[in-house]
């Protein structure tokens, strides 16, 4: 499978650090170099709003709505040692302190 993003005119061309594939929607959720998150469809379309964080995110992790509920949340970790849990709508819902040093990966 091969896997092509173009930059389009109005389009963001921020360095992207992380994604996660969203299988609730069929699309993916990336973050930017620019300290942004945005939502994409599998055709490469920006789905949701801008999400602004206040460091730089390294992974992302995306968990599916329920069907009670239909709200979804990403887990982001970011270089400055926190760990994000945010709702998709863009609020935050927890920010822990979870290293000193950078935090890499989550899952």
Same mark, same amino acid.
């Given at each position: ?14 360095? $992207? ?5 969203? #299988?609730?929607?069929?699309? *993916?959720?990336?973050?930017? !170099? !620019? $300290? ?22 390294? #992974?992302?992790? +995306? *968990?599916? #709505?329920?069907?009670?509920s239909n ?6 970790? +970011? #270089? !400055? ?5 945010? $709702? ?16 890499? +990966?989550?899952?």
């Open positions: 499978m091969r896997f092509d993003i173009t930059i389009g005119e109005g389009k963001r061309n921020a360095c $992207k650090t992380a994604l996660a594939f969203n #299988s609730s929607s069929s699309g *993916f959720i990336v973050a930017a !170099d !620019d $300290k942004t998150i945005l939502q994409y469809t599998s055709e490469g379309e920006i789905t949701s709003q801008r999400i602004d964080v206040s460091s730089y995110v390294t #992974s992302l992790s +995306c *968990f599916p #709505s329920s069907k009670m709200s979804g949340m990403l887990a982001a970790a +970011c #270089s !400055d040692g926190t760990l994000l849990l945010l $709702k998709r709508n863009g609020s935050t819902e927890k920010k822990i302190k979870a290293h000193d040093g950078a935090t890499i +990966c989550v899952k």
